[in-house]
């Protein structure tokens, strides 16, 4: 399980997810936007139902990669502990993982429920090259490539008219033009 704001998705996130993918062995990757991130509230400059689009465009290519409109679709604030019972129940006896960066890795425990979190799905921990993750958090790490790509700095490049290709997918790029996301 991959959540996340994906204001917009950007080619480090895929390259974070395919490399957890391949590491974990897992069957797939399961991409969350957020509905309503509580720890950043009012901060989504795109609605969900466009976050959720380009996270589909962008993970397309992989057949190991679903998206999961779990949170876009459901009314209030997104916490993970409940999307975690909701595929729990989903899909009974399935390992679950979470996976996190380390900042929200360092937010975890101002997390709703962390504790019962932690007894529905391992928390995997994706580090960059120099950085360790907050002690006690982690039950796996798994060394990512560093790729200073961030949503903001996107969001950025659009604002000022520059260009984003490489930056993300060529079908997000042209969605973002296509829905004049990010110009103001």
Same mark, same amino acid.
Request: charged fraction near 25%; charge should be neutral; avoid cysteine.
């Given at each position: 399980?991959?959540?996340?704001?994906?204001?917009?998705?950007?080619? &480090?996130?895929?390259?974070?997810?395919?490399?957890?993918?391949?590491?974990?062995?897992?069957?797939?990757?399961?991409?969350?936007?957020?509905?309503?991130?509580?720890? #950043?509230?009012?901060?989504?400059?795109?609605?969900?139902?466009?976050?959720?689009?380009?996270?589909?465009?962008?993970?397309?290519?992989?057949?190991?990669?679903?998206?999961?409109? %779990?949170?876009?679709?459901?009314?209030?604030?997104?916490?993970?502990?409940?999307?975690? #019972?909701?595929?729990?129940?989903?899909?009974? &006896?399935?390992?679950?993982?979470?996976?996190?960066?380390?900042?929200?890795?360092?937010?975890?425990?101002?997390? #709703?429920?962390?504790?019962?979190?932690?007894?529905?799905?391992?928390?995997?921990?994706? %580090?960059?090259? &120099?950085?360790?993750?907050?002690?006690?958090?982690?039950?796996?790490?798994?060394?990512?490539?560093?790729?200073?790509?961030?949503?903001?700095?996107?969001?950025?490049?659009?604002?000022?008219?520059?260009?984003?290709?490489?930056?993300?997918?060529?079908?997000?790029?042209?969605?973002?033009?296509?829905?004049?996301?990010?110009?103001?």
């Amino acid at each position: 399980m991959l959540g996340g704001s994906f204001d917009p998705i950007h080619t &480090g996130h895929l390259v974070i997810a395919q490399v957890a993918l391949e590491l974990l062995e897992a069957d797939e990757v399961r991409w969350i936007p957020v509905g309503q991130q509580p720890l #950043k509230v009012g901060q989504h400059l795109a609605s969900g139902r466009h976050r959720a689009r380009m996270v589909e465009l962008a993970t397309a290519g992989q057949p190991r990669f679903t998206v999961d409109r %779990a949170e876009i679709d459901r009314p209030g604030p997104s916490y993970t502990v409940d999307t975690l #019972k909701d595929l729990r129940g989903r899909y009974p &006896g399935a390992a679950i993982s979470v996976l996190l960066g380390g900042d929200a890795a360092a937010s975890f425990t101002a997390w #709703k429920a962390p504790e019962e979190i932690r007894t529905m799905a391992e928390i995997v921990v994706f %580090a960059r090259a &120099g950085e360790l993750p907050p002690a006690g958090i982690a039950d796996r790490i798994i060394p990512v490539p560093r790729i200073d790509i961030s949503s903001t700095a996107v969001r950025e490049r659009v604002r000022h008219g520059r260009s984003i290709r490489y930056w993300v997918p060529d079908a997000v790029a042209e969605y973002i033009t296509q829905h004049g996301l990010y110009r103001d």
